[in-house]
Each structure stands twice: as C-alpha cells, then as structure tokens.
C-alpha cells in the first residue's frame, strides 16, 4: 500500500508544509472480527516503523456462538471504530494533521465490517483532505514480511487464513501470480471446524494446537486430498468430513482420545500444506532466479507444527523462510 501514497516532493502534488522525507499513514482494518488501528511512517528509503498498532478483539462476543456472527461483528466494530483511530494517532505521538494519508481493508471480508472501517476512513480522509487507500485484505498479509524483514521482491507466498489457503508469487506491490488456491474451505476454517466439533472453543486453531500438544499425531489416518498431484491447489472439505466422521465414531470421547485426534488432525494438514508447497516452491524456481525466499503469512502460520514442517521443507528446497512476527500476520490479537 506504501507505493501508492505519493512523497511529498513529488511534482505533482500541491505543495504544503508537512515533513518532505517520509509518509504517516493511518491504517485501519475491520474485514472480521477484530477492530485495528495503526500509525506507520514510511522513510524515502523504503524503511516502515510502526509507530502504534492496537487491535480490539471480537472473542468475547462471538464465542457462545462458536464461530464469528457476522451482524454482532458489524456492530461492534461500529461502536470501537473512532476511539481505535483516535487511540492509534494519540499513542503514535503525531497529530491528525501529520497525517499523509489512510488506508483500510476495502474487502474481501464480512462485508458489515469491511463497510464500516472503510466510510470511517473515507470520512476521515475527506475532512483532512488527504488520500483515501483501498488496501485489498490479501494484499496486505501478502506485504506483511516487509514491514519487518529484508525481504526484497520476487518471493513466494504461503497464505493460510480463516478464509483463504493460496500460494502467490509476489512480485513487486499490487503484482501477484497465484500458483495454487483452495478448492474448497481454507486451512484455517477446516481448524475451527474441527474445533467446533469436539467441542474445544473458539478461535479454533489455538484450541486445536494445545489440544494436539497431548495427543499421538499418527493415532488416526485421516485423507490427505491432492498430495503427490502435479499442481499447488488444496482441498479441504474431505479432510473436514473425515475428522468429524472420526470423532462420532469414538463416542464417548476421553480426553486421550481428543488430543490424538487433534494431533493426527493437525500434522494432517501440516502434510498437504508441505505437499503442496513444495511443488508451488518448483514451479516458482522455473520462472524466478534465486536467491529463494518463502513468505508464510496469515492466522494459521500462528501453528508452531506448521511452521516447523515449514522450515524443514525450506531447508530441503533451498528457500530461506521468512515468517513475519505473528502481531503482524494474521488479524488477531497476538
Ligand atoms: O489471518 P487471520 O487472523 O484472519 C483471517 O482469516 O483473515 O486467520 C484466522 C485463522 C482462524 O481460522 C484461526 O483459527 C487460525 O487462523 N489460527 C490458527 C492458529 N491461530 C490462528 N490455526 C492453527 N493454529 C494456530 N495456532
Ligand atoms: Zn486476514
């Protein structure tokens, strides 16, 4: 989103008095179940510092439902929405006339969401008379590395979230390939799934993850949809299915019997997003020369199993892995 906010000595803008080495930008997001404000200051040389970032979460509010209300979600964020900004500038220490310009989630996401962070923004753009950045939601995991890591274009992208499984080639800021996608549910959904269905809470993945801690990760054999298959697509209906099919079966569950479940769940999907990681690692190699970086972003990169077959699929493939902090590459609350 930084390229597209203009520098101050550009010729074209109007000249004004504010500072001529670097941009503010005021960042919002609200495409889920979390309200997020942020002031970050971007120097000429392409250096970001981030000076607040706040983030109000939705889970009290939507775990009796076990999953995200999408009208409950709405409403809170329309009740947090100005105190969240009004909290990010203060704390940034800068005044809303430093700013240089806004950026919100303009989608995908729930759409009550998306629509309420992005008119505040506009709102706010309009009364400072400064520009108004649309940020695609995806696009913003897909940069996140690049707020914190030497983490130069062309690299490949693992995205695992709530909503979406992709693998892109990311080139440059606003030029993506996508080399494979879910066919189906997203890794992250397939976690709160599971974890709706053995009753362990919400959010999901964390539930799962602790859950798995005590469990036997070879316990159940479980599908693995498209492994070995010369693509980097996903699927993950059929694994869902399965661990509820599995879980029914047990009946009167222990909690021996949950923890493997979850284990053998969770090194399940560890095994497909290697999988097919692996082969997207190849087609980025035939088109790209190295040296490889690997970008993991989005909730589900939270999962230190994922992340350590991650590091070893690297190691083999000559990829240096590149997972952002995790405050900054999911949406939720660290
Ligand atoms: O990127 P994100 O914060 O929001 C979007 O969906 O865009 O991702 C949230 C997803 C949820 O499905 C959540 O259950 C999953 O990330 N997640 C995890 C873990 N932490 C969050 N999945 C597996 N293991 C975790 N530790
Ligand atoms: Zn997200």
Redesign the pocket.
């Known amino acids: 989103m930084y390229g597209q906010v203009m520098l101050a000595e550009d010729k074209n803008k109007p000249q004004d008095n504010k500072p001529k080495d670097y941009v503010l930008v005021l960042g919002v997001e609200s495409?889920?179940d979390e309200t997020a404000a942020s002031v970050v200051r971007r120097t000429q040389d392409g250096k970001v510092s981030v000076l607040s970032s706040l983030v109000a979460s939705q889970d009290e509010i939507h775990t009796p439902y076990g999953g995200v209300v999408p009208e409950l979600a709405a409403r809170a964020h329309m009740q947090k929405i100005e105190s969240m900004m009004a909290q990010a500038v203060k704390q940034s220490g800068i005044k809303w006339t430093n700013l240089h310009a806004i950026a919100a989630t303009s989608g995908p996401g729930l759409i009550g969401g998306v629509i309420t962070g992005l008119m505040a923004a506009k709102g706010l753009s309009v009364s400072l008379s400064i520009p108004l950045i649309a940020v695609n939601?995806l696009e913003g995991?897909a940069l996140s590395p690049r707020l914190t890591d030497d983490c130069p274009f062309p690299y490949l992208l693992l995205l695992v979230?709530?909503?979406?499984t992709q693998l892109l080639s990311v080139k440059g800021v606003g030029e993506f390939t996508r080399l494979g996608s879910t066919v189906d549910d997203a890794a992250?959904?397939t976690?709160?799934k599971t974890a709706k269905i053995m009753g362990l809470g919400f959010?999901?993945?964390?539930a799962?993850?602790k859950m798995a801690r005590k469990g036997d990760p070879n316990a159940v054999k479980l599908p693995r949809p498209f492994f070995g298959k010369p693509h980097a697509d996903f699927s993950f209906s059929g694994l869902k299915t399965a661990t509820m099919r599995a879980f029914e079966s047990l009946g009167t569950t222990s909690n021996k019997d949950k923890a493997n479940l979850a284990a053998s769940f969770q090194k399940t999907v560890c095994d497909i997003l290697c999988d097919r990681t692996k082969y997207a690692m190849d087609m980025f190699k035939r088109s790209n020369k190295g040296p490889y970086r690997f970008v993991v972003a989005?909730?589900?990169a939270?999962?230190a199993s994922?992340r350590s077959g991650l590091e070893n699929l690297c190691a083999d493939k000559g990829f240096t892995l590149i997972a952002p902090p995790l405050k900054y590459c999911?949406?939720?609350v660290p």
Request: glycine share 30%.
């Open positions: 495409s889920c939601h995991h979230s709530g909503g979406h992250g959904e976690f709160d959010p999901g993945g964390p799962v993850e989005g909730g589900v939270a999962n994922i999911g949406d939720m």
